[in-house]
T-cell receptor, first 111, second 112 residues
């Protein structure tokens, strides 16, 4: 059974700093990787998807994938208090099966 | 563009009462659909998923059931709610880019 592991946190960073969120996964055959952000009391929203090794940048967010190490990370530059949320890592299931989600890392950006 | 709706947004029900939560998706046909539950402060628990009308896969044996009577409609039901059924219920569909899941706004259920 596929597993996705994340440090539950909380991860506290000062405003303006870089927040680094990490995720490992168990299935070496996984092909698709996702980061979701979930504010308290709200549903998860997609931040980024990444499918190939290396970095993918979107504004202040950078996703990094290393398939050899089975490791995916999310960097948030110039962190803002509005980035305070739980960040969920997800990895593709096989065929029609759903994504496999980690339990999430809670990020707190201190003003 | 695709949108996903869930209702009701909040629900307070007594133990032993029935439940029906509805999810509909617009702007796509025959999507894969999913029901998740999130207990307070916990991760996402997959409950059911469906790849087409009448096709339901159950991930967790419990007193909940799901149905897909129409292409873009997914319903979560229970005949008798338990206290442990309280939580945040999320419906999702698979869209693009490949494998991406998009979540509805959720239903917050409190069983008293």
């Amino acid at each position: 059974q596929k597993e996705v592991e994340q440090n539950s946190g909380p991860l506290s960073v000062p405003e303006g700093a870089i927040a680094s969120l990490n995720c490992t996964y168990s299935d070496r055959g996984s092909q698709s990787f996702f980061w979701y952000r979930q504010y308290s009391g709200k549903s998860p929203e997609l931040i980024m998807s990444i499918y190939s090794n290396g970095d993918k940048e979107d504004g202040r967010f950078t996703a990094q994938l290393n398939k050899a190490s089975q490791y995916v990370s999310l960097l948030i530059r110039d962190s803002q208090p509005s980035d305070s949320a739980t960040y969920l890592c997800a990895v593709d299931g096989s065929g029609n099966t759903p994504l496999v989600f980690g339990k999430g890392t809670r990020l707190s950006v201190i003003a | 563009s695709q949108t996903i709706h869930q209702w009701p947004a909040t629900l307070v029900q007594p133990v032993g009462s029935p439940l029906s939560l509805e999810c509909t998706v617009e702007g796509t046909s025959n999507p894969n659909l999913y029901w998740y539950r999130q207990a307070a402060g916990r991760g996402l628990q997959l409950l059911f998923y469906s790849v087409g009308i009448g096709q339901i896969s159950s991930e967790v044996p419990q007193n909940l059931s799901a149905s897909r009577p129409q292409d873009r409609q997914f319903i979560l039901s229970s005949k008798k709610l338990l206290l442990s059924d309280s939580g945040f219920y999320l419906c999702a569909y698979k869209g693009s880019p490949p494998d991406t899941q998009y979540f509805g706004p959720g239903t917050r259920l409190t069983v008293l």
